[in-house]
C-alpha cells in the first residue's frame, strides 16, 4: 500500500506558474504509475496527466499540453506536476493518485491522496 501526499498549492496570478509535489511513502512507490487530476467547484475529477512507472511515458489533457509537464523523482519518491501560463480555469483542487498502469482514467487508480488547493487569480 502506498500513502501520496500532495503540496505545493496556493494562489497563483494568470501567467504564474507553481510546482506541485506528490510525496509517497512505501519503498513500492516505484512500481506505481502516477497520475494528477483536479476538480473544480460543481464539476467532474477530470485528467491532467500521467506518468509511467520506469518515468519514460508521460500523458497529458489536451488543454495542458506545452503549459504543464510531470515528472517523477524515484530517489525522493515524488512526483512533480510543474505548471506555467495558468489561466483562472486551472482553478481547482488537484489530486494525485497511484496505480498499475498509467491512464487517463480516473478508475484505473487505486490510491489517492487528499488534494491541494490551486487558485489562479486573472
Known amino acids: 500500500q502506498v500513502q501520496l501526499v500532495e503540496s505545493g498549492g496556493g494562489l497563483a496570478q494568470a501567467g504564474g506558474s507553481l510546482r506541485l509535489s506528490c510525496a509517497a511513502s512505501?519503498?513500492?512507490?516505484?512500481?506505481?504509475?502516477v497520475g494528477w487530476f483536479r476538480q473544480a467547484p460543481g464539476k467532474e475529477r477530470e485528467f491532467v496527466a500521467a506518468?509511467?512507472?520506469?518515468?519514460?511515458?508521460?500523458y497529458y489533457a489536451d488543454s495542458m499540453k506545452g503549459r504543464f509537464t510531470i515528472a517523477r523523482d524515484k530517489a525522493k519518491n515524488t512526483v512533480y506536476l510543474q505548471m506555467s501560463s495558468l489561466k483562472p480555469e486551472d482553478t481547482a483542487v488537484y489530486y494525485c493518485?497511484?496505480?498499475?498502469?498509467?491512464?487517463?482514467?480516473?478508475?484505473?487508480?487505486?490510491?489517492w491522496g487528499q488534494g491541494t488547493q490551486v487558485t489562479v487569480s486573472s
Open positions: 506518468i509511467s512507472r520506469s518515468g519514460v511515458v508521460t
Open positions: 493518485a497511484a496505480g498499475d498502469r498509467a491512464t487517463i482514467y480516473r478508475t484505473d487508480y487505486n490510491y
Open positions: 512505501g519503498r513500492t512507490f516505484s512500481t506505481y504509475a
